[in-house]
């Protein structure tokens, strides 16, 4: 039987070819005599992780991200933290200095490398799960309205039915999408011809100093599939909603509906990251690599999807390497046959 420790090794080995120690850590130099006394000279100071014991949160060393992935791929994580709330966020901010980091929400659109991130990976699948009671108003016309103040690690799901459990209507559409609150809002995700971005009043961040900032509406630009924020980054730790009065029940049948559709179109037995590619303007990205006969391609353990061309499914072990070589494919394909120049949208992590 291996110990934890000795299997954190044997994990880190097998995906990054090096022994536990952490990638930042200098080499000493050549043995040196100063005053009579031995010593090792570091050519640069190794950053001090002591701050790490302020962390109210649980922090892990060596975590594979294929475990927080929907796609099931990607090595460790130097140090993922899971913030206990804001004051550890500001915390992170104060301490780590030029330490890279990554937020991860459900992990719902990433391809992250198979040798992991080197840095720290702030996880928030565990916190930042509150969704507040709703205010109701009636507007300038009289319609009834409410906010609807949300923490960044809600699932959409589970703020879809919460929101219909009120009879507030519009976010039901966003049901199916597997992400948090916060990578939505990041991607401004979108389904059933709605975005998360037309429902925002506004949205909270810890900023990159440590500021709580609060950005309302006309402070930020709504794109396909990409907010921009104004300078500052962080880390989203909430956003209020202006949701509409509907009915409940009808609000419900569209959840059942929609959700529905989904399991008829997508691939969702096999592990994947949702569509891999952004649609060109006025065709769809599935429609492309399906009319070149692309369903199926394989490269090593992955696939594009039988069920959907946009989709690339892990029909087991399969590797970053092996999705990136099928984009590879299918970009180069179908610039050659039709022209066009296809974006990804998943995020590529260190690769
Ligand atoms: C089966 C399936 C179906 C999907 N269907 C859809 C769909 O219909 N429409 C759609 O738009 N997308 C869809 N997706 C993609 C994905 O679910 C969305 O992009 C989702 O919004 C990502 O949320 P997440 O919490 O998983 O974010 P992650 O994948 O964890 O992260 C995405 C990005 O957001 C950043 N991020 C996450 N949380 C925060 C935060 N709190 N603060 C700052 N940055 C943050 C991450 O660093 C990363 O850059 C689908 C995916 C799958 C697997």
């Known amino acids: 039987m291996q110990t934890e420790t000795w299997k954190k090794k044997l994990i880190r080995y097998a995906h990054t070819g090096k022994g536990s120690e952490l990638p930042w850590k200098s080499k000493p130099g050549p043995q040196k005599l100063v005053l009579g006394h031995k010593i090792f000279l570091r050519k640069t100071m190794n950053p001090s992780f002591e701050w790490l014991e302020k962390i109210k949160g649980d922090i892990r060393y060596d975590e594979l991200l294929s475990r927080f992935t929907s796609i099931r791929i990607g090595g460790p994580a130097d140090i993922m933290i899971y913030p206990k709330d804001i004051e550890d966020l500001q915390t992170i901010f104060k301490y780590k200095s030029t330490l890279p980091h990554l ?18 990976v702030v996880c928030l699948k565990n916190g930042f799960k509150t969704i507040h009671t709703p205010r109701f108003y009636k507007d300038s016309e009289g319609k009834d309205k409410a906010l609807l103040k949300v923490e960044a690690g809600v699932k959409m799901s589970y703020l879809a039915k919460t929101a219909a459990r009120y009879s507030l209507s519009g976010i039901q559409k966003l049901v199916g999408i597997p992400g948090s609150l916060g990578g939505a809002l990041v991607m401004n995700a979108g389904a059933e011809g709605a975005e998360i971005g037309q429902f925002i009043k506004s949205v909270t961040r810890v900023t990159e100093t440590g500021n709580i900032q609060t950005l309302t509406r006309d402070q930020l630009q709504f794109d396909y599939r990409k907010t921009q924020f104004p300078p500052g980054g962080g880390i989203i730790v909430s956003a209020e909603l202006e949701l509409e009065k509907g009915d409940s029940q009808s609000i419900f049948d569209d959840i059942t509906s929609f959700l529905g559709k989904r399991s008829n179109k997508q691939p969702l037995s096999l592990p994947n990251s949702g569509s891999v590619f952004k649609n060109p303007p006025g065709d769809t990205a599935g429609r492309l690599i399906e009319s070149l006969g692309l369903k199926g391609f394989t490269v090593g353990d992955a696939s594009i999807s039988i069920k959907h061309a946009n989709f690339i499914v892990n029909k087991g072990s399969a590797s970053a390497k092996d999705v990136i070589q099928i984009i590879d494919h299918v970009q180069k394909t179908v610039l050659e046959k039709h022209g066009i120049e296809l974006e990804t949208e998943i995020v590529r992590v260190d690769i």
């Open 103 to 120: 937020v991860l929400g459900e992990g719902s659109n990433l391809l992250v490398s198979d040798s992991g991130f080197r840095g720290l």
